[in-house]
């Protein structure tokens, strides 16, 4: 079982940037492809799918986060690593990744959070207006 542990979450003026880190207990490349992600969660809310990549190295983003926030994956690090960049009050919430082992981050049950090998604990990420 892959342990990812978040990190990187604090609480920031609106405009201002957080790098949040995701570090797994292996490599992401157990089955020779991965679906890695960022999810967040705010209380009474549906959960939404920050941004994602794959083992091919596409990425795809939310509409409410596109051109600010950057995804990327060192996979010598076996860390994913989401730049998060001009953040606003709306951004608050619980951040955490996840990861499924498939060559395809596409599908509603991926994209909604429900298809996962593994998911982190979470980091809090907080912005005030």
């Known amino acids: 079982q892959t342990k990812l542990v978040e990190s990187g979450g604090a609480s920031v003026q609106a405009g201002g940037s957080l790098r949040l880190s995701c570090q797994s207990s292996?490599?992401?490349?157990?089955?020779?492809?991965?679906?890695l992600g960022w999810f967040r969660q705010v209380s009474g809310i549906e959960r939404e799918r920050v941004a994602d990549?794959?083992?091919?190295?596409?990425?795809n983003y939310a509409n409410s986060v596109t051109g600010r926030f950057t995804i990327s994956v060192d996979n010598a690090k076996n860390t994913l690593y989401l730049q998060m960049n001009s953040l606003k009050p709306d951004d608050t919430a619980l951040y955490y990744c996840?990861?499924?082992?498939?060559?395809?981050?596409?599908?509603?049950?991926?994209?909604?959070?429900?298809?996962?090998?593994?998911r982190g604990q979470g980091t809090q990420v907080t912005v005030a207006s």
């Open positions: 996840a990861v499924v082992y498939r060559a395809s981050c596409s599908g509603p049950d991926w994209r909604s959070g429900n298809a996962y090998n593994s």
């Open positions: 990549i794959d083992s091919a190295g596409s990425a």
């Open positions: 292996r490599s992401f490349y157990v089955n020779s492809a991965y679906c």
